[in-house]
């Protein structure tokens, strides 16, 4: 079957863009390409705040319920500045992995244009998403909440109101690995807290009163308990999905591999960056601030955005 065959059964299936449409998908690609890419989902941007209160709540009970009134400053100093550096680490990968394309197919790419740059051998096949109208890659699958097809998509998460995908897993293994880590703090903190309030008989052990300090401390305790767990799942079935060059979307639907897998490290290498160091745990590695408002500039007499 030749390449012109395989045109007329995508036309069949929702007829390709052409003139001025055409004109339309690309500019507006162009201008995408510039904007930050924020989903608008209702459900996921409550989810994402309620992350950030219980998050720097945490931070507040940790400081200055457990930390501040404690006899010993360098125990005070030091825990203080783990747990901080851990929260601000907890969040800025929040804040990547919310902020950052996950690596969205270009919406309406389907072009008669396009296709033909593609430049299809007799008998390839090439997939469209009649959702988004865009030619799909290998791998790539629809989000019905980004209402766009995302590459190596492993799951739309609400918590962090977005996908999970080529672009940003990294900074989603990220969240979960610091999140883990200071619920794992937050659980040992309440544990000698707890210990040191009843044999002092709760006298002197916190700025608080004995009933409000130990409702805090519970509270704390048990978001600490659910976060360490959710997130302990979720980075060790990130790592495993990496290693085995498999999403989760993938392995839930037990497709058959028609790519080639993949070598752990070579898994590793492609979603961290590079030979392993100290950027493969920092979510400012590569941080680019994204154009809010387009620059304006003089040309000629006339004026065009850059």
Not at 237 to 249: A, G, R, V
Not at 272 to 292: E, Q
């Amino acid at each position: 079957m030749s390449s012109g065959h395989r045109l007329r059964d995508v036309e069949q299936q929702r007829p390709l863009l052409d003139g001025e449409e055409e004109a339309e998908v690309e500019k507006s690609s162009h201008g995408e390409a510039k904007r930050l890419w924020f989903i608008q989902d209702c459900c996921g941007m409550v989810c994402a705040v309620i992350t950030w209160f219980l998050v720097l709540f945490a931070d507040f009970v940790v400081t200055f319920v457990m930390l501040l009134p404690s006899r010993s400053f360098w125990y005070a100093v030091v825990n203080g500045v783990f747990f901080n550096s851990l929260a601000v680490l907890a969040l800025a990968s929040h804040l990547r992995t919310m902020l950052t394309d996950p690596g969205a197919v270009p919406k309406g790419n389907a072009t008669k244009k396009y296709l033909e740059s593609l430049q299809l051998k007799p008998g390839e096949v090439i997939y469209k998403c009649p959702k988004c109208c865009s030619i799909k890659p290998e791998r790539a699958h629809h989000c019905s909440i980004c209402k766009r097809c995302i590459r190596k998509m492993d799951h739309h998460c609400p918590w962090v109101n977005n996908c999970v995908g080529e672009k940003n897993q990294r900074f989603f293994v990220l969240f979960t690995m610091y999140i883990a880590m200071i619920s794992s703090h937050a659980l040992a903190l309440c544990g000698y807290q707890f210990i040191t309030c009843i044999k002092v008989q709760w006298r002197e052990c916190s700025d608080f009163s004995p009933p409000v300090t130990m409702m805090l401390m519970i509270f704390l305790c048990m978001e600490a308990l659910l976060f360490f767990t959710f997130t302990a799942v979720m980075f060790s079935t990130q790592l495993h999905s990496i290693c085995n060059d498999e999403t989760e979307i993938e392995r839930l639907k037990n497709e058959k591999p028609t790519w080639e897998r993949q070598t752990r490290w070579a898994g590793l290498r492609s979603v961290f960056g590079g030979p392993p160091s100290l950027l493969w745990i920092s979510p400012f590695a590569g941080l680019k601030l994204p154009a809010l408002f387009p620059r304006r500039a003089w040309k000629g007499g006339a004026e065009f955005s850059v």
